[in-house]
């Protein structure tokens, strides 16, 4: 539903008095509404309800820029960006490139020493917007070559998988299945080891994440502890 402004229809545990709005005043019949009169309250808010415009809009096709996609035949619901990112895409002048078949090849590594090391690198790197592409929370401090052509790779990956969407599949079992992987020791730069995880219900993601691990592990056995660590202080409960 949308309304043309704001109107407030909740239960009321106070005891709330309120006026008609001036222009639908009768002369001589100034009477005060009161909640506590359940008939008077009713008449209130039927009498509300006339002066807003309200407009049934049917089922949300949008929200916060994810579409939303409905097939009730078979019991699925989608959920794309593909309209967002898009809107990257065109942004960085990339809308037509070729799509990548992976947004991280087996092998790539980045580190610090990909970062520039004199003055011309750093001036080849002056127009490029590597900041904008990777975002605020992602940020590589000095980034060099290596990095923009990686974080132009990942463009190139969601523009060869805009059209794919989070699905979900109605389901008697709302069973919460996890997946989780470690690499060893996986940053270059400091030999800390990454953890991801992803929570799935619905046969859909709904839960995840990939982060550095906080301590640097000795064996894979401790990478592995860190990660079952990692997934139950993330874990989704509800």
Not at 112 to 130: A, H, I, L, Q, S
Not at 135 to 145: E, F, H, L, R, T
Not at 170 to 185: C, H, I, M
Not at 210 to 221: C, E, F, G, Y
């Amino acid at each position: 539903m949308d309304l043309k402004t704001a109107f407030l229809n909740g239960d009321l545990s106070e005891e709330i008095f309120m006026l008609p709005p001036e222009d639908f005043i009768e002369e001589g019949n100034d009477i005060l509404l009161a909640s506590s009169d359940e008939s008077l309250l009713h008449e209130a808010k039927s009498f509300l309800s006339m002066c807003f415009e309200m407009k049934d809009l049917g089922e949300a096709s949008y929200v916060l820029g994810i579409e939303i996609h409905r097939d009730r035949e078979k019991g699925l619901l989608g959920l794309s960006q593909k309209a967002y990112i898009e809107k990257v895409l065109k942004r960085f002048n990339m809308l037509q490139s070729n799509g990548a078949e992976v947004p991280v090849s087996k092998g790539d590594k980045l580190s610090k020493e990909d970062c520039p090391r004199n003055d011309v690198e750093r001036t080849e790197m002056k127009d490029k917007p590597y900041a904008s592409v990777v975002g605020s929370i992602m940020y590589q401090s000095d980034p060099g070559i290596a990095h923009w052509k990686a974080a132009k790779k990942v463009l190139r990956y969601v523009q060869r998988t805009k059209g794919h969407m989070l699905v979900y599949k109605r389901t008697d079992s709302l069973e919460l299945v996890g997946y989780t992987y470690s690499d060893f020791a996986g940053c270059k730069d400091t030999s800390q080891s990454t953890s991801s995880f992803v929570f799935m219900m619905g046969e859909g993601a709904v839960a995840w994440k990939s982060a550095k691990q906080p301590s640097i592990a000795t064996s894979t056995m401790f990478v592995e502890y860190l990660r079952v660590v990692m997934k139950l202080l993330h874990m989704p409960c509800g």
